[in-house]
């Protein structure tokens, strides 16, 4: 296998991830280093990376998360939108997102980030949507990158609105800070099932509590079930 063989993978899962995106850049640099992590600049060589761009991207995603609220809950009291809010900006969410649109397969890592699982891990997944929805802000202006937040964050809107509730994780995190009690961790303790269409087994753990296992179609509904259930058996039992 050559050396451009991975380039050229990465490269079309580039062009993959435009097509469901629903945007053709006119400035591919842009596209290019909003994929860009960090980690892909270690050593010698220096790039330009995406934690510039992922700043930016936050505070639009904030803006249009926003718009799309007080539109869809006009009824609704400022405490009652930001609960629902902190439910569809959150790592997990931009992660959950950046998983359904392929964006992973087209991140450029140090090859040591990639091995140790970088293209699905939450965090870079995370920064790396932000990054995107403002690579798009610029080359496209507001107008088109809110045409693409409502198509790529339809799926997530749509869960709050079923729900009505807050996400599980936050509502657990936030009963555990209030103890006093560590973070929360969640770990893959098995992947199975095609690749099409895996299915994620998560550990939950806090501190010296039980653990909690859970299932799901994703890393992130699995993590949630797991959630839920913790706060089933130590919350609200």
Known sequence: MTEAAPRDRRLQAAEGLEARLGYRFQNRELLERALTHSSAGQGARKVRHNERLEFLGDRVLNLLVAERLMDQFPGEREGELTKRMHGLINRDAC?????????????????????????????????????????????????????????????????????????????????????KLPHPRYEVADRSGPAHAPTFTVELRIGELEPARAQGRSRQEAEKAAARIMLEREVRS
């Open 95 to 179: 992660a959950e997102t950046a998983r359904r649109l392929g964006l992973g397969a087209a991140l450029r890592l140090a090859g040591g980030e990639t091995k140790q699982g970088g293209r699905d891990n939450p965090t870079i997944l995370g920064d790396a949507m932000e990054a995107l929805l403002a690579a798009v802000y610029l080359d496209g202006g507001l107008e088109r990158t809110r045409e693409v937040f409502a198509a790529i964050w339809e799926p997530q809107f749509e869960a709050v609105e079923l729900t009505g509730a807050p996400n599980p994780k936050s509502e657990l995190q936030e009963w555990a800070a209030a103890r």
